[in-house]
C-alpha cells in the first residue's frame, strides 16, 4: 500500500504519516511533486518490456504530450540481477538530476524520499503508482535490500538522469520507512 511519511529532518519527527492516495497527492502537490494512482495494466508476472510498455500506451501518450516528455522504457530490477547490489547503491545516496523522474509502478514497490524545505518526505510507492520528482529537487531512491520493481520511466533527455550528489549523510540518517 502506498505511503507517505514526512519527518521534521533536524529533529527526525514524524510531521505526517498517511496511506490515504488523495492525501499523500495533496501534501506532496505544494513540492511540485506529482502522485497519481493509476490502473494496472492486466499482464502476466514479469511480461516483457514491449508489453508493459504497450499495455500503457494510452496513458503514457498523453502524460508524455502533457509534460513534453519524449521517450518511456521499463526498467526491472530484482533481487537475483547480478548488479541488483550495485544499482541499489547507486541510488541511496542524496542527489538531484537535471530533468523531472517520473516513474510509473507495474510491479513491486520502492521508496521515493525527497529533502525540502527542511523536512524529509517518504514516499512508499507501489504496484499503481505514478510519481514525478521535479528536477533540482534533493532525493534518494530505495528499493529495499530484496528489490522487486517494474516501473516505467519517462523523459525527455536521458543526459538529465545523472545523478549528481549533493554529499550529505541525509539518505543515512532517514533510512526508507517500510510499508
Known amino acids: 500500500m502506498s505511503r507517505l511519511v514526512i519527518h521534521d ?13 488523495a ?8 513540492l511540485g511533486v506529482r502522485f497519481e494512482r493509476w490502473e494496472v495494466a492486466d499482464l502476466p508476472p514479469g511480461a516483457e518490456a514491449e508489453a508493459v510498455l504497450a499495455a500503457y500506451k494510452p496513458r503514457l ?22 548488479q ?11 542527489h538531484r538530476h537535471t530533468e523531472d523522474e517520473v516513474r510509473f509502478f507495474h510491479e513491486g514497490a520502492g521508496n521515493f524520499i525527497l529533502h525540502v524545505g527542511g523536512k524529509v518526505y517518504d514516499a512508499h510507492c507501489t504496484r499503481g503508482d505514478l510519481i514525478s520528482v521535479p ?5 534518494w531512491f530505495d528499493a529495499g535490500p ?14 538529465g538522469w545523472t545523478p549528481h550528489y549533493t554529499g550529505t549523510d541525509m539518505s543515512e540518517r532517514f533510512p526508507a520507512t517500510t510499508a
Open 9 to 21: 529532518a533536524e529533529t527526525k519527527a514524524v510531521l505526517a504519516d498517511t496511506q490515504d492516495p
Open 23 to 30: 492525501e499523500i497527492a495533496a501534501k506532496l502537490a505544494p
Open 61 to 82: 501518450d498523453a502524460l508524455m504530450g502533457e509534460t513534453k516528455a519524449g521517450t518511456a522504457d521499463v526498467i526491472r530490477l530484482t533481487a537475483d540481477h547480478p
Open 84 to 94: 541488483a547490489h550495485a544499482i541499489r547503491a547507486k541510488f541511496l545516496a542524496e
Open 135 to 139: 528536477a533540482d529537487t534533493h532525493h
Open 146 to 159: 530484496n528489490p522487486n520493481v517494474t516501473a516505467l520511466r519517462i523523459f525527455t533527455d536521458t543526459t
